[in-house]
């Protein structure tokens, strides 16, 4: 299922959703905990990122341990340790990832349409937690495509 479509690997043709969307959400989770005023106009699009970027995340992730796996064979011992990091980078992004989609539903929906249902320091515990999440998963981004480029590509 994550192997391949049409002979092309599957992680090819998804990883990129992973880099579009996990930033989305991360912007879209620091404007929508630190701009109270904008969190009704935002507030779906948010929900609707922090389900689609972790899912992006989990599908590159198994689709490149897929290609891994399949690759493996062929690969010199400095590739395979190219390779583990990167996918250890992805590992990472896909849990901090997750833990920021989690984290902005659960705002979302304790704060949409100009209400709230959570104490004020609930918000700010959620809202303190989604800028620091946003943080790192963008970090992790950055890393997993550095070190896949490089593996792919070669230092550069």
Not at 39 to 48: C, E, N, S, T
Request: net charge positive; glycine share 10%.
């Amino acid at each position: 299922m994550f192997d391949q479509i049409n002979g092309l690997p599957v992680h090819v043709l998804v990883l990129h959703a992973a880099v579009v969307f996990v930033p989305l959400l991360a912007l879209g989770a620091i404007v929508y905990a630190l701009v109270g005023a904008w969190r009704a106009k935002i507030g779906w699009a948010v929900l609707l990122l922090g389900i689609v970027a972790p899912i992006c995340t989990f599908v590159a992730k198994e689709s490149g341990t897929k290609l891994f796996n399949r690759l493996e064979p062929h690969m010199s011992p400095a590739g395979k340790k190219l390779l583990t990091e990167h996918m250890g980078f992805g590992t990472q992004t896909f849990w901090w990832t997750l833990a920021l989609g989690v984290v902005s539903i659960v705002m979302v929906l304790l704060t949409g349409r100009g209400k709230s249902s959570a104490p004020k320091v609930v918000q700010w515990v959620l809202s303190a937690a989604m800028v620091v999440l946003a943080v790192i998963a963008v970090y992790y981004v950055y890393r997993t495509g550095d070190s896949g480029a490089k593996a792919v590509w070669g230092s550069y």
